[in-house]
């Protein structure tokens, strides 16, 4: 976090390292991401401020004076809403984060969704144009794809092919599942990014912030939610087949 005192504005960068991950034998391949996720996400003096310890909303006078009166002690945390934008900034105590050995803080891992509990609402607009709005999409089963960008090594043939598999497969059994794919990839790049072969999924252009609003700390990640909101599954890409090998009803 940078603080510029003559324009007065906050740069959080939220910095994601993909993990390594390991290909069992029953699915495709998929490599480790070699790259570096920054994004910048700015606050101002009018941006919304929540005091984490009471919930209640500060002024940035009050946000400044704490920050003045307890240097080190405070993170500033972008609270992603359900468009997946940063609509508010968290003021959290570093003792309620957890604190990594070397210095690090990191969210609290509970925040992710977990299974058996309902999913935290999105409002999504596809590259199709039309808008997902998970209160309305209540009655369908709604697969979850969260990734970085659509390019190799992890966007590829064999990545996706288990993807559009298991949505065929169901929709021959009569069961539709809505299949939507996060990405940092603008609109532009998304036309350009996607092939025309089915790629198993709706494209969701500049919708990295629902990585972080569902805590997401390894890419591809899938969450699938069944007809009533709930999480069913969640898997990581070389364990699509805890997913796949579900029966839908």
Same mark, same amino acid.
């Given at each position: 976090?940078?603080?510029?005192?003559?324009?007065?504005?906050?740069?959080?960068?939220?910095?994601?390292?993909?993990?390594?991950?390991?290909?069992?034998?029953?699915?495709?391949?998929?490599?480790?991401?070699?790259?570096?996720?920054?994004?910048?996400?700015?606050?101002?003096?009018?941006?919304?401020?929540?005091?984490?310890?009471?919930?209640?909303?500060?002024?940035?006078?009050?946000?400044?004076?704490?920050?003045?009166?307890?240097? =080190?002690? /405070?993170?500033?945390?972008?609270?992603?809403? !359900? +468009?997946? %934008?940063?609509?508010?900034?968290?003021?959290?105590? &570093?003792?309620?984060?957890?604190?990594?050995?070397?210095?690090?803080?990191?969210?609290?891992?509970?925040?992710?969704?977990?299974?058996?509990?309902?999913?935290?609402?999105?409002?999504?607009?596809?590259?199709?144009?039309?808008?997902?709005?998970?209160?309305?999409?209540? =009655?369908? /089963?709604?697969?979850?794809?969260?990734?970085? !960008? +659509?390019? %190799?090594?992890?966007?590829?043939?064999?990545?996706? &092919?288990?993807?559009?598999?298991?949505?065929?497969?169901?929709?021959?059994?009569?069961?539709?599942?809505?299949?939507?794919?996060?990405?940092?990839?603008?609109?532009?790049?998304?036309?350009?990014?996607?092939?025309?072969?089915?790629?198993?999924?709706?494209?969701?252009?500049?919708? /990295?912030?629902?990585?972080?609003?569902?805590?997401?700390?390894?890419?591809?990640?899938?969450?699938?939610?069944?007809?009533?909101?709930?999480?069913?599954?969640?898997?990581?890409?070389?364990?699509?087949?805890?997913?796949?090998?579900?029966?839908?009803?």
């Amino acid at each position: 976090m940078k603080l510029k005192k003559e324009g007065i504005f906050i740069l959080v960068n939220f910095i994601c390292l993909a993990g390594i991950v390991r290909a069992q034998s029953e699915e495709p391949k998929v490599t480790r991401y070699n790259g570096k996720i920054s994004q910048q996400i700015v606050m101002t003096r009018t941006s919304t401020i929540i005091d984490h310890a009471t919930g209640k909303r500060i002024s940035y006078e009050t946000y400044d004076q704490v920050l003045r009166k307890n240097p =080190g002690q /405070y993170a500033t945390r972008p609270v992603f809403d !359900k +468009y997946g %934008k940063a609509s508010s900034f968290a003021l959290v105590k &570093k003792s309620q984060l957890d604190i990594r050995s070397n210095g690090a803080v990191m969210n609290n891992p509970d925040m992710m969704p977990e299974i058996g509990e309902p999913i935290p609402p999105f409002v999504m607009t596809g590259l199709d144009g039309k808008e997902y709005n998970s209160d309305r999409l209540k =009655g369908k /089963y709604v697969l979850l794809g969260f990734w970085v !960008k +659509y390019e %190799k090594p992890l966007y590829t043939l064999a990545s996706t &092919k288990v993807i559009s598999d298991f949505v065929e497969e169901n929709r021959k059994n009569g069961i539709e599942i809505v299949s939507l794919g996060t990405t940092l990839n603008t609109r532009e790049e998304c036309l350009e990014a996607i092939p025309k072969r089915n790629c198993g999924f709706v494209p969701v252009p500049d919708s /990295y912030g629902f990585n972080h609003r569902y805590h997401i700390s390894e890419t591809p990640y899938f969450i699938l939610v069944d007809k009533n909101g709930i999480v069913k599954a969640m898997a990581p890409h070389t364990e699509f087949f805890r997913i796949a090998e579900l029966r839908l009803r």
